[in-house]
């Protein structure tokens, strides 16, 4: 079963009655959209409501979903205590969603209390309930919760795809509500400043969702995106891709900005099949062998780091975990940087724990609070951070520096209890005396002593 309908929505939380209050008459025409599009979505008869919201905790490269059975919320932040949320989580869509996205090469992470147990994983955010509020008047289904990354436009339409094929394979009628405000810069004074052009921004997303030429989202000059200051690009070609090969029709509820933030609310139903609405061309046939996921050391590092800050204390491996990691054991080098300067980077030659899993966590806790050079990394800092990881091989002996290439291979020096390592393809090192060096160096072994040399390779994740 294709989506049924589809749904452009901001989430201003200023727009629920119990927020807004005395506010509430300056956005009048975006609360009577919002019951009215209520109201085209329970006509829609939907079984499932997939929410996209850019404010749902996720990660910069991969497409998070909450993956717990239910979720709730509340507007206590903004002021109104008594208005809460507790939602039933369609577990059934989310299994059928993660396997269309893996089928399309997505990456995407399953968050929640028995996944990556991110802050607020199990919690609605405002990107959705703004929206939930009103929808909840007329329907009371199980929903989705989708977090948008920072991946391109074009991932975002594959995403779409990829819920479209899901709601084929479950054979559920399904409401896509793409949750995100236009521009952010419309007036003097405006949330994120002001720019000109903004309002050129908007008028043309009004524009493209009028007309329905979706096709036009390319076309998109990239200055005037960042111009906009908008939060809702993303959510848009998701549910431009989530009608990927139909006619459409598509229809403008309402458009304002009274505190210098667009608010626009837009329909968009399904026609007949046709191959000509494609923004891009995407095959699952076509697509290349699925590489093991890259980024599985980094999200574990970022994982490990995250918790221990919150928690105080280290955590074990996510259920999510790969086996990969967890069924073998290695040296691991942890590197974390801000603003591309290092903060910090602590390993080991040998393993020194049960999995490289744990091996990745408790290197990535090292490099934050232990590496001699720096000062702990501060709580402030944590979202700051990026990281490396680098997994070692077997160091293997050799006899002389011309079985060295600072670039391929990393080095061990050894003499006595005097070790010291220096990892390969390390900028501004291009010999290996150079390396051999700077490993002596840090080992506290003098330049013209006689040491042993290993070599290993590594496998890196960035």
């Not at 009215?36 to 079984?47: L, R």
């Not at 490269?61 to 507790?86: E, M, Q, Y």
């Not at 090192?429 to 390779?457: C, H, M, P, S, W």
């Amino acid at each position: 079963m294709p989506i049924v309908i589809g749904c452009l929505v901001p989430h201003p939380p200023i727009i629920i009655p119990e927020v807004g209050r005395e506010n509430l008459i300056k956005v009048t025409s975006t609360t009577q959209a919002m019951l009215d599009i209520a109201e085209e979505v329970a006509q829609a008869e939907p079984e499932t409501l997939v929410f996209i919201s850019p404010h749902s905790p996720g990660f910069a490269d991969s497409i998070a979903i909450k993956a717990s059975p239910g979720l709730t919320g509340s507007f206590a932040n903004f002021g109104a205590f008594n208005v809460k949320f507790s939602v039933r989580c369609d577990l059934a869509f989310i299994d059928a969603f993660t396997k269309a996205a893996n089928d399309y090469r997505l990456s995407i992470t399953k968050i929640g209390s028995e996944f990556a147990d991110l802050m607020g994983a199990n919690e609605l955010d405002h990107g959705v309930m703004v929206p939930l509020y009103y929808l909840q008047k007329r329907v009371d289904i199980p929903i989705v919760s989708i977090a948008i990354s920072y991946g391109g436009f074009d991932e975002h339409y594959t995403l779409g795809i990829a819920i479209q094929q899901a709601a084929n394979a479950t054979g559920k009628r399904v409401a896509l509500i793409a949750s995100g405000d236009l521009s952010h810069r419309l007036v003097p004074g405006a949330p994120a400043g002001y720019n000109p052009r903004a309002v050129d921004f908007d008028a043309k997303i009004e524009e493209i969702f009028d007309t329905g030429y979706f096709d036009e989202l390319g076309e998109l000059d990239p200055s005037l995106i960042e111009a906009a200051g908008e939060c809702g690009l993303r959510s848009i070609y998701t549910l431009v891709g989530a009608f990927n090969n139909q006619d459409i029709r598509t229809k403008v509820l309402s458009y304002e900005a009274p505190f210098g933030v667009g608010y626009m609310i837009s329909t968009v139903y399904p026609k007949t099949i046709s191959a000509a609405r494609d923004l891009y061309t995407i095959e699952i046939e076509d697509l290349p062998p699925k590489e093991p996921e890259p980024n599985a050391p980094i999200k574990l590092a970022r994982y490990s780091l995250e918790k221990f800050y919150e928690l105080g204390h280290p955590v074990d491996p996510p259920p999510d975990t790969p086996s990969d990691l967890l069924d073998k054991r290695a040296g691991a080098f942890v590197c974390i940087k801000i603003d591309g300067n290092l903060r910090g980077c602590v390993g080991t030659i040998q393993p020194t724990q049960a999995t490289l899993a744990e091996e990745i966590m408790a290197n990535a806790i090292q490099a934050a609070t232990a590496d001699p050079r720096f000062r702990a990394v501060t709580v402030d800092e944590v979202p700051r951070l990026t990281y490396s990881v680098d997994i070692l091989d077997e160091p293997e002996k050799v006899s002389s520096e011309l079985m060295l290439d600072p670039k391929v291979y990393g080095v061990i020096v050894r003499r006595g209890y005097n070790t010291g390592l220096l990892l390969p393809n390390i900028e501004g090192v291009n010999t290996a005396d150079e390396q051999i060096a700077i490993a002596k160096q840090k080992a506290g072994i003098g330049l013209n002593e006689e040491v042993e040399l290993y070599r290993f390779r590594v496998t890196r994740y960035e």
